[in-house]
């Protein structure tokens, strides 16, 4: 059953030609077989409704009514706002033809009006069905191109990956390489090695103690060389003599 917040159903409509050759007693009989139909005889023609939901306050919402009458068959229809009105028109026309096989013994009805009915319905559903093909495509190619947009993203990121990885790798080596040298050019001692060597000296040279020489002697840079002597004398195992 529809929601009240629905909004109305549209109303539309068409006519057939045709030709009355038996009475509308003959017609409301025939009609009559189908049990979920109401049926009306009327005085100029035969009524029938066909409800089938309400909105919740009992009113008809999605319903058809048709009239036949004796030189042609009135259709009217609702078109709720979920229902594409071509597929709700060709609904009608499959309904219609149902309800011409039923009363075809009573009516003379002229081929090329039901064909062309046919036609027109056929044409608007293929342009109905034609633009949601185009909407389709469009998304299609819409994602098509994204997923290729990101396809190219990543191939780009993989190769800064690949080359951030490249140069991380020369850096390490680069960086090995500076260690190796700086060991090298350190003498490879340690400031404890270094500080007893220079205690050492000190002892066996009178208290005195020669920065270049020194540092030539056991391979280590003569600012390394001070800085360790100057350590000695900040923590007072040095006096420095002026």
């Known amino acids: 059953m529809p929601e009240e917040s629905l909004s109305p159903p549209k109303i539309d409509g068409f006519r057939i030609r045709v030709k009355l050759k038996g009475t509308f007693a003959d017609v409301a009989k025939a009609l009559r077989s189908i049990s979920f139909l109401k049926v009306a005889q009327e005085k100029e023609g035969v009524s029938i409704a066909y409800v089938e939901s309400r909105s919740i306050d009992k009113t008809p919402y999605l319903f058809s009514m048709m009239k036949f ?102 850096m390490k080596n680069e960086n090995d390489e500076l260690k190796i040298s700086f060991d090298k050019l350190h003498g490879a001692v340690s400031e404890g090695v270094l500080i007893s060597r220079i205690q050492e000296w000190i002892m066996d040279h009178n208290g005195t103690i020669n920065i270049p020489e020194f540092a030539k002697h056991n391979l280590v840079p003569e600012a390394r060389v001070e800085g360790a002597l100057d350590k000695l004398v900040r923590q007072g195992y040095l006096e420095q003599v002026q």
């Open 69 to 170: 009458k004796k030189s042609e068959i009135e259709v009217v229809y609702s078109i709720p706002t979920t229902i594409a009105p071509t597929k709700r028109k060709l609904d009608l026309l499959r309904y219609l033809l149902n309800m011409l096989t039923l009363v075809d013994p009573y009516y003379e009805i002229e081929n090329s009006v039901v064909y062309q009915l046919m036609e027109e319905t056929m044409r608007q559903l293929d342009d109905y069905a034609n633009a949601d093909y185009k909407k389709l495509y469009k998304d299609y190619d819409d994602l098509k191109r994204e997923v290729e947009n990101l396809r190219r993203s990543s191939l780009l990121y993989k190769a800064q990956v690949k080359s951030l990885s490249k140069e991380n790798y020369e």
